[in-house]
């Protein structure tokens, strides 16, 4: 079975403008959940949807937006790019059940400059 | 959530036990406890969960304190493979929980050859 997929690798934006990431589930899950890594704050939770709604959000603002379609895929967007958006953002998918384990991509590297 | 305590870095020689704690000295009857890894550049890894009683899986042996405020993973032979930030990670049920992980700093773990 294949894992979770994330696209793109690597992308460099400047800042100001906005991105969208991409994260392809593991065939049958139907949670994904979205993280940021950064070397202050570590791995933070972004929001988590569950057939296509957003069932939990973590504490960042409105820029961070999300969305999922109905083959589970997600797709992850911020806008109006700041420098300390620069991170590792992580995917990750699970079955969605009491004691799921979630499964994380390789994650996508932004670099804001 | 919950809280974990766990020390800032470890070390260990290969092929010998490596016993990784982890204090959570408030969890609730309902909080699951999970174990991740994240090896250097990849995304975190699912190691072990359990509720109340020892686990075991091909990976390593959770071991949980009868009282459930303390934890160890173990690593049966460590192998320089294992070289990687293990985090411990109290998972509630539903709710504010809904496919949220809440990563603390995590234990460094450096295998010696």
């Known amino acids: 079975k294949a894992g979770v997929t994330q696209t793109p690798r690597y992308l460099i934006k400047t800042r100001g403008q906005q991105v969208t990431l991409s994260c392809s589930p593991i065939?049958?899950?139907?949670?994904v959940s979205w993280y940021q890594q950064t070397p202050g704050q570590g791995l933070q939770f972004l929001f988590e949807y569950f057939s296509e709604t957003q069932r939990n959000k973590g504490n960042f603002p409105g820029r961070f937006s999300g969305r999922q379609f109905s083959n589970s895929r997600s797709e992850m967007n911020v806008s109006t790019l700041e420098l300390g958006d620069s991170a590792l953002y992580l995917c990750?998918?699970?079955?969605?059940?009491?004691?799921?384990?979630?499964?994380f991509g390789p994650g996508t590297r932004l670099t804001v400059l | 959530d919950a809280k974990t305590t766990q020390p800032n870095s470890m070390e260990s020689n290969e092929e010998e036990p490596v016993h990784l704690p982890c204090n959570h000295s408030?969890?609730?009857?309902?909080?699951?406890i999970h174990w991740y890894r994240q090896l250097p550049s990849q995304g975190p890894e699912y190691v072990i969960h359990g509720l109340t009683s020892n686990v075991n899986n091909r990976m390593a042996s959770l071991a949980i304190a009868e009282d459930r405020k303390s934890s160890t993973l173990i690593l049966h032979r460590a192998t320089l493979r294992d070289a990687a930030v293990y985090y411990c990670i109290l998972r509630g049920a539903g709710g504010t929980s809904y496919g949220k992980l809440t990563f603390g700093q995590g234990t460094i773990l450096t295998v010696h050859p």
């Open positions: 990750a998918s699970s079955l969605a059940v009491v004691t799921d384990t979630q499964y």
């Open positions: 408030t969890i609730s009857g309902t909080d699951y």
């Open positions: 065939s049958g899950h139907r949670s």
